[in-house]
């Protein structure tokens, strides 16, 4: 790696920590993809039920995870801002929510909880996974991760399709954010533009 490339990788960490506006979003089409996961896999508990509900989830869950990490890859080389230390906080993050969710399904396995305590519980996870991300990583997630935490409220007071609501409203909150995050990036990239008009 040249000295030239090193030193524009320390200078966009340094930016990053000292500009919040200039720290890395969840590309726009991530959070469409995790918006349509939500909206096809939420409601399937209020309808379909059983087995299927798991086998989506455990399909959808890891094909959407490699989706996602190659769209976000693919986002950061194009924009030409290669952060490496904030890619791999953004998969550590998300990885470790697939692990806590694996290592969930091991309680009615062994049977210390009943499978239908599960799906909340892991609900209450990924709620936690995105207003912790909200914090750490992307503001713009916070939203989703309210949507997520109400929806398991709706869960614990046995609302009527508390699923489909949850689904509907979390798809919402995941395309508002990704509206958001394209804003920011017409907005940074207009800054961008303006520095080097002036320089």
């Known amino acids: 790696m040249s000295d030239a490339t090193q030193m524009s990788r320390d200078l966009q960490y340094v930016r990053g920590l000292v500009d ?12 469409l993809v995790l918006a349509a996961m939500v909206l096809i896999g939420f409601p399937l508990p209020d309808f379909v039920g059983g087995d299927f509900v798991l086998r989506y989830w455990l399909v ?4 959407g995870f490699i989706a996602c990490a190659a769209l976000s890859a693919r986002a950061m080389r194009r924009s030409g801002q290669e952060d490496l230390r904030s890619a791999r906080r953004y998969f550590a993050h998300w990885a470790l929510l697939l692990v806590a969710g694996g290592l969930a399904l091991l309680l009615p396995q ?7 305590a599960l799906a909340p519980m892991v609900l209450l996870l990924v ?13 713009n997630l ?9 929806g398991y ?7 009527a399709y508390a699923w489909t609501i949850t689904g509907v409203v979390a798809a919402l909150a995941l395309v508002l954010s990704a509206e958001l995050t394209r804003r920011h990036s ?14």
Do not use: K
Not at 110 to 116: E, L, Q, V, Y
Not at 127 to 139: E, K
């Open 153 to 159: 409220c709706l869960l614990a007071y046995r609302v």
């Open 127 to 139: 709620a936690f996974a995105y207003l912790t991300a909200g914090v750490h990583l992307d503001v």
């Open 20 to 31: 919040p506006a200039a720290r890395p979003h969840l590309p726009r089409a991530v959070m």
């Open 142 to 150: 916070a939203g989703p991760g309210i949507a997520f935490a109400l």
């Open 110 to 116: 062994t049977g210390t909880i009943d499978w239908s």
């Open 60 to 63: 959808a869950g890891s094909v």
């Open 186 to 199: 017409v907005a940074s990239d207009a800054q961008r533009d303006r520095r080097d008009l002036a320089g």
